[in-house]
Nanobody, 124 residues
Framework: QVQLVESGGGLVQSGGSLRLSCAASGFIFSPYAMGWFRQAPGKEREFVATINWRGSSTDCADSVKGRFTISRDNAKNTMYLQMNSLKPEDTAVYYC?????????????????WGQGTQVTVSS
């Protein structure tokens, strides 16, 4: 069955970096656009970044622009989120998601498959 498994979360100091990975299995990875979302305590899940099926086009939320980079390796069925200059407000559970479409998407309803999430905590 379809599985998305996030890894790479953890505790980091403000200004530090983390790289999240999302390993996909159970479906043909390459024709799917992918995305990262996050959910902080008491808040709704929000869009972070998206990447098209080939990895040639990306988009991200204004709050992470210039700090986070989304990428994918279709040969490894894996997507990444490189997070630099982390801030305490980046603290959240980060989720990867796959959509049945090749283009970019930034809303939750556009995505069909979701991972279980990985915790990112940024201390001040």
């Amino acid at each position: 069955q379809v599985q998305l498994v996030e890894s790479g979360g953890g505790l980091v100091q403000s200004g530090g970096s983390l790289r999240l990975s999302c390993a996909a299995s159970g479906f043909i990875f390459s024709p799917y656009a992918m995305g990262w979302f996050r959910q902080a305590p008491g808040k709704e899940r929000e869009f972070v970044a998206t990447i098209n099926w080939r990895g040639s086009s990306t988009d991200c939320a204004d709050s992470v622009k210039g700090r986070f980079t989304i990428s994918r390796d279709n040969a490894k069925n894996t997507m990444y989120l490189q997070m630099n200059s982390l801030k305490p407000e980046d603290t959240a559970v980060y989720y990867c998601a796959a959509r049945e479409g090749v283009g970019l998407a930034s809303t939750l309803n556009d995505y069909t498959y979701w991972g279980q999430g990985t915790q990112v905590t940024v201390s001040s």
